[in-house]
């Protein structure tokens, strides 16, 4: 797991966190995909309360249309930047994808899977392990979740 400030990832976590806001109705957490040249491909918010879809999680909906935009469900090269730490759904997308890295800002300590709960992306027994940057504009991301819940 790698920890640190990078402006760049600092600059993609703002876009994530402006996606989330987007979405007042759902738990506030956004997700944004970047190409191999570090280009926006896709982004989402979580849609679950909008569509009834309990798979309407922010990295899933990302995830998918980065594949549709690519026209393939290899995401090779792209990284996934996420306001909250993925879910064991998420992070088993992320990995099936092919993401070759995750930034994620908040730790979700009740459902995460990328260290707080489990560590699906780091499971030696999967073929496929992204880098994983972890706490990008945390006390932001955090905040959004906590505000979302008063």
């Not at 806001?21 to 896709?42: I, T, W």
């Not at 982004?43 to 999680?57: C, F, K, L």
């Not at 899933?60 to 759904?89: D, K, Q, Y």
Request: hydrophobic share 45%; charged share 20%.
């Amino acid at each position: 797991m790698s920890v640190g400030p990078s402006p760049q990832r600092e600059g993609w976590m703002r876009r994530a966190i402006e996606v989330a806001s987007a979405y007042p109705d759902d738990v506030p957490v956004g997700a944004v995909v970047y190409g191999p040249d570090g280009a926006e491909l896709a982004a989402a918010g979580n849609e679950r309360e909008a569509t009834g879809d309990p798979t309407g999680h922010a990295e899933i909906l990302a995830l998918r249309r980065a594949a549709v935009l690519t026209g393939s469900w290899r995401l090779e090269g792209c990284t996934l930047v996420v306001t909250l730490e993925p879910c064991t759904m998420c992070a088993g997308a992320l990995v099936l994808a092919r993401v070759s890295t995750l930034v994620f800002g908040a730790w979700e300590p009740k459902t995460g899977a990328v260290g707080s709960l489990w560590d699906v992306v780091r499971d030696r027994r999967l073929n496929h392990r992204p880098a994983v940057y972890s706490g990008v504009l945390e006390a932001e991301c955090a905040a959004l979740v906590r505000n979302f819940f008063r």
